[in-house]
């Protein structure tokens, strides 16, 4: 029986349930911080503990309706990568930040595929899907990640560049890719289902431009920090709003709100006042992330999602490793970058879920499966690996930060 069970509708227990989850969050960071693990590993394995599938201290309705505030923190972190996007940044990048990008998606989208069709002999309509979902990366715990270690420099400029236009790549790659899918299963969508959401996109992406010139506008020198960020929030949840009305995802569209914003105003005090705001949050959206977990689900996932999870790796470490080279970046980035893209949910969930729609019930039933598992796996496994290329590639100046206790 869940602990809050009872009442689980009334205000009461869903209040002391998220007491519960921040403080089971709070505590548990001091046990990873004693073998100096990031905090994000730690929320995710104490949401795994605490949710449904195996202390069930939190019920399944609570969990389920929660999404919220997973838009919530998305928004806020692509808000946020959106400053690593400034003209003078990417000028120091170049056009090499486009081919890494590239190479390292299309790189574990091409061997996920290769490796599912040639190893499983799965049908090729869903080796293609499970490829293209494979391309995505999720910003949310290299981004906390790298602000728990006080990261800068070079290296964390390109990573978080890569990470950013990374749901870019995997939005064109699905659309592609359920094209092909569609016309082999003749009729189960039409080309209005692929053309729309890429209509969808760029007006989210005008929307997200639109949006920022308007906050520019109301930003006056005299407005007070409490109204900046509330101004900021309503922005943001608009977009995210508008964005879930045509299914489509927000993190694109609130990257763009950030880069047009900090392009046209240079105001860096907006984004350190979010960064302040938005703590508990992260906290709520990675416990929430190790609560989804179904553990009856990996026995499902079976060995293709095992080879899956590694097979991603593995081509998004050799795409980066080859692109960095081919591009001329420095020996840091090149060895270390792949170690940064190894987490994955979000964009992925999504896409997951439209590809079941797409597929036969089994085949869609079994691709959401690994997703979702595999996803949970990248965000335990994916913070440690960010941590251990933040502080190899020296974007770490003070090591001693790494040990402290927050």
Same mark, same amino acid.
Not at 100 to 127: C, K, N, Q, W, Y
Not at 144 to 156: D, E, L, P, R, S
Not at 195 to 212: D, I, K, M, Q, R
Not at 262 to 269: E, G
């Given at each position: 029986?869940? &602990?809050?069970?009872?009442e ?6 869903i209040?002391l349930?998220?007491?519960?989850i921040?403080?089971?969050? /709070? $505590?548990f960071?001091?046990?990873?911080? &004693?073998?100096? *693990? %990031? ?10 503990l605490i949710?449904p599938?195996?202390m069930?201290?939190i019920?399944?309705g609570?969990v389920e309706?929660?999404?919220f505030v997973?838009?919530?923190a *998305?928004?806020?972190?692509? /808000?946020?990568v959106? @400053?690593f996007? @400034? ?6 990048t ?5 081919? !890494?990008?590239?190479a390292?998606?299309?790189?574990a989208?091409?061997l996920?595929?290769?490796? +599912?069709?040639l190893l499983f ?8 899907l499970?490829?293209?979902?494979a391309?995505?990366t999720?910003?949310?715990s290299? !981004?906390?990640?790298?602000k728990?270690y006080?990261?800068k420099g070079?290296?964390?400029r390109i ?5 950013a ?9 699905f659309?592609?890719?359920? =094209?092909?899918? +569609?016309?082999?299963f003749?009729?189960a ?10 209509v969808y ?5 005008v ?6 010139l ?7 020198p ?6 900046r960020l509330? $101004? ?14 045509v299914?489509v995802? %927000? *993190?694109l ?6 880069a047009?914003?900090i392009? +046209?105003?240079?105001?860096k005090k907006l !984004?350190?006042q979010?960064?302040n705001f938005?703590?508990?949050?992260m906290?709520?959206?990675?416990i929430?992330s ?10 499902t996932a ?8 590694i ?14 080279r =081919?591009?001329h970046m ?10 940064g893209l190894?987490p ?9 879920a439209l590809?079941?729609r ?9 691709l959401? +499966?690994i !997703? *979702?598992?595999?996803s ?18 020296g974007c770490v100046?003070?090591k001693t ?5 927050q």
């Amino acid at each position: 029986m869940a &602990l809050f069970q009872v009442e689980m509708e009334g205000t009461a227990g869903i209040l002391l349930a998220l007491c519960l989850i921040l403080l089971a969050g /709070f $505590l548990f960071t001091r046990v990873t911080n &004693l073998f100096r *693990l %990031p905090k994000v590993t730690g929320y995710i394995i104490v949401g795994v503990l605490i949710g449904p599938g195996v202390m069930r201290l939190i019920p399944a309705g609570l969990v389920e309706h929660m999404d919220f505030v997973s838009d919530i923190a *998305l928004a806020c972190i692509a /808000f946020g990568v959106g @400053k690593f996007f @400034k003209v003078e940044e990417l000028k120091k990048t170049g056009k090499g930040i486009f081919v !890494i990008t590239v190479a390292e998606s299309l790189t574990a989208g091409f061997l996920v595929t290769a490796v +599912t069709r040639l190893l499983f002999g799965t049908s090729l309509d869903f080796a293609l899907l499970l490829g293209a979902v494979a391309t995505a990366t999720a910003p949310a715990s290299t !981004i906390m990640t790298i602000k728990q270690y006080h990261a800068k420099g070079n290296f964390v400029r390109i990573l978080l560049q890569v990470v950013a236009l990374d749901d870019a790549v995997c939005l064109l790659a699905f659309s592609l890719a359920s =094209a092909v899918v +569609t016309a082999d299963f003749g009729g189960a969508l039409n080309g209005k289902d692929v053309v729309l959401p890429l209509v969808y996109n760029v007006l989210a992406l005008v929307l997200g431009a639109s949006c920022a010139l308007i906050l520019k506008k109301i930003m006056t020198p005299d407005r007070s920090k409490d109204s900046r960020l509330i $101004l900021l929030l309503a922005g943001l949840l608009g977009i995210s709003g508008l964005c879930a009305l045509v299914d489509v995802s %927000p *993190l694109l569209a609130c990257m763009v709100f950030g880069a047009v914003y900090i392009n +046209t105003t240079k105001d860096k005090k907006l !984004i350190h006042q979010l960064d302040n705001f938005t703590p508990p949050l992260m906290a709520l959206f990675f416990i929430e992330s190790g609560m989804k977990l179904d553990i009856d689900s990996l026995k499902t996932a079976g060995v293709i999602g095992i080879v899956y999870f590694i097979t991603r790796i593995v081509g998004k470490y050799a795409g980066a490793w080859l692109s960095c080279r =081919a591009v001329h970046m420095d020996k840091n980035v090149a060895d270390y970058l792949g170690f940064g893209l190894v987490p994955q949910a979000g964009v992925s969930i999504g896409l997951a879920a439209l590809g079941q729609r797409i597929l036969p019930p089994e085949v869609g039933k079994q691709l959401l +499966t690994i !997703i *979702l598992s595999s996803s949970v796996l990248y965000e335990m496994v994916g913070p440690a690996c960010a941590k251990f290329a933040i502080l190899r590639s020296g974007c770490v100046k003070d090591k001693t930060k790494h040990a402290e206790i927050q």
